[in-house]
Nanobody, 117 residues
Framework: QVQLVESGGGLVQPGESLTLSCAVS????????MAWYRQAPGKQRERVANIFSTGFTTYVDSVKGRFTVSRDNAKNTVYLRMNSLKPEDTAVYSCNAASPSRQTSYWGQGTQVTVSA
């Protein structure tokens, strides 16, 4: 059974930081491409960051320079370090695991991040 379990969300003030974690089981984590998505109320889901099995990373423009995605293949975990958080970063953040062939995709349940003064 494949499981992706996010943690680390919460309520923070603008300018603060959070680190999200996504613990993965049931797949060969090291060969999967991982991504973080977010969805704010009333908005479409947005891909925030990718980290491929090679370690290559990409980011949506709105988080470049503030967010860092990383992975620890020994722990089957992907992270999203979020610095200088803004109210517009408020959303449910979910991790996704995509197989190398892109034929299989798995999702976590999501974790809420709220940035508010």
């Amino acid at each position: 059974q494949v499981q992706l379990v996010e943690s680390g969300g919460g309520l923070v003030q603008p300018g603060e930081s959070l680190t999200l974690s996504c613990a993965v089981s049931g797949i060969i984590f090291s060969v999967y491409n991982m991504a973080w998505y977010r969805q704010a109320p009333g908005k479409q889901r947005e891909r925030v960051a990718n980290i491929f099995s090679t370690g290559f990373t990409t980011y949506v423009d709105s988080v470049k320079g503030r967010f860092t995605v990383s992975r620890d293949n020994a722990k089957n975990t992907v992270y999203l370090r979020m610095n200088s958080l803004k109210p517009e970063d408020t959303a449910v953040y979910s991790c996704n695991a995509a197989s190398p062939s892109r034929q299989t995709s798995y999702w976590g349940q999501g974790t809420q991040v709220t940035v508010s003064a």
